[in-house]
């Protein structure tokens, strides 16, 4: 076990989750390309834009297969850093061929190759986060001093990592936008997965000090995998937190639009307010995990899920162009407020998932989160395609934007309706660690 270990293999597991927390939240620097890619080179309209990008993330919904197949399929006695790799070789083999495209490919043909990436991404991802509920099942008693992979610490850390991707990939891609080819920025993006997948295949898993857990095949995991759904603080938590999304519909393409085509807000200004969102969600990692980690899941929870509907409100307000006849400018709104609601939608994801860990069975950590991550692709789906129909039925158009603030309030009212049965989470999240003490 790491704590036992001396920390080394503590420092080489928190160097290898770091690269890969990091690249992933790195991630939002070609998408925010892709964006602009499809409206202005490919001319699609806000409900095109916004089903192309629902739909890219099909392959996070097979995230329990590959969770499975992470559990009990050992490539070389490996079972998490072959994945990892994987992951990233996929990745940079889609974005390359994208660079490497003409830049008139057809909708279907990127978006098959988005598709690829994001199967990539997901592989990747479920391998991370096994390894982030393994350490956490390490309890600090089994040392003399807590080790920081335990009690959410290490949960807080990816978070940070993570978060620190976002914020240096939104940055450079709204400063690149305006002076690089998009297939440039693919290609950068490219070649530093390559190098993430280099870096990768050179560490043996043995050297992490993983937690042994004995492998009976996908049968027996997905056995394990579905005694765990029947605990009903686990199957009511998460048919709660998949909900929580899929209820809310989307409109993300729509204010995309809106705040491009209407307000003609520069898309330097979009960077800098994915900049201001992704830095608010650094600070709630370190927040969260000094002050937050206490309190109980379900108050702090629902406590996001209120306020996420309070700043669509705050949304219906701007577009509606309340804050403008107090004379704050529509970029300024757009980079605070814009900003902080896009990322706030994920804050709950943090607390979340340090309850289920510690919830989680051993033996089946990796299968358990990547069914959690899977039930939350799905539900952004739907919720995608919810919005899509929202958009539908209050008109609402690249040109024909009055219909916006009546969507921005179904929305809202939409986003505040799971508060009223939070009561499927469970209030105490030490109560599995204090059985076992």
């Known amino acids: 076990m790491v704590a036992s ?15 890969g927390y990091w690249v992933q939240g790195f991630r939002c620097f070609p998408w925010l390309v892709v964006s602009f890619y499809l409206k202005d080179g490919l001319n699609v309209d806000p409900s ?17 297969l590959y969770g499975l197949v992470s559990d009990s399929v050992y490539i070389s006695g490996q079972h998490r850093v072959p994945y990892i790799a994987l992951g990233a070789f996929l990745q940079a083999l889609s974005w390359l061929v994208i660079a490497i495209s003409p830049s008139n490919m057809s909708i279907f043909t990127i978006s098959i190759y988005l598709l690829l990436s994001n199967l990539g991404a ?52 709204g400063i690149f936008i305006g002076r690089f080819s998009p297939q440039s920025m693919f290609l950068y993006f490219g070649l530093l997965l390559a190098l993430q997948f280099f870096i990768t295949i050179s560490v043996r898993e043995s050297s992490l000090g993983l937690p042994k857990s004995p492998s009976g095949g996908i049968r027996k995991q997905l056995s394990q995998l579905l005694v765990a759904l029947r605990k009903p603080e686990i199957s009511y938590s998460i048919s709660w937190f998949t909900a929580s999304y899929a209820i809310i519909p989307a409109l993300t393409g729509t204010m995309f639009f809106y705040q491009t085509q209407y307000l003609k807000i520069d898309s330097s200004v979009l960077g800098i307010s994915k900049v201001f969102g992704q830095a608010t969600m650094l600070l709630w990692g370190i927040i969260y995990n000094q002050y937050f980690k206490s309190v109980p899941p379900r108050k702090l929870i629902s406590a996001i899920q209120a306020m996420m509907a309070f700043l669509m409100i705050s949304d219906f307000l701007f577009v509606r162009g309340f804050y403008r006849q ?6 300024l709104y757009v980079v605070i407020f814009s900003g902080f609601l ?63 603030p009546l969507g921005l309030l179904i929305q809202a009212t939409c986003t505040l309706l799971p508060t009223f049965w939070s009561s499927c989470i469970p209030d105490k999240v030490e109560t599995k660690a204090k059985r076992k003490d």
């Open 48 to 64: 095109i834009l916004q089903i192309l990008q629902s739909s890219a993330n099909l392959p996070m919904v097979g995230k329990p």
């Open 342 to 404: 896009e990322v706030l939608f994920f804050f709950k994801i943090l607390p979340f998932s340090v309850l289920i860990a510690q919830m989680c069975p051993p033996g089946c950590e990796g299968s358990i989160m990547a069914f959690l991550m899977s039930c939350v692709a799905l539900a952004l789906i739907v919720s995608g395609y919810l919005g899509v129909a929202l958009a539908s039925c209050i008109k609402v158009t690249a040109s024909d934007f009055s219909g916006l």
């Open 122 to 173: 997901s592989i990747a991802e479920v391998a991370n986060d096994a390894i982030v509920a393994e350490m956490a099942k390490q309890t600090p008693s089994s040392t003399k001093h807590p080790h920081p992979s335990s009690s959410g610490n290490l949960q807080s850390f990816v978070w940070i990592a993570s978060s620190a991707g976002g914020v240096l990939g939104n940055l450079l891609g």
């Open 326 to 331: 107090m004379g704050v400018p529509d970029s």
């Open 5 to 19: 270990d001396g920390g080394g293999g503590g420092k080489l597991t928190k160097k290898v989750l770091g690269l």
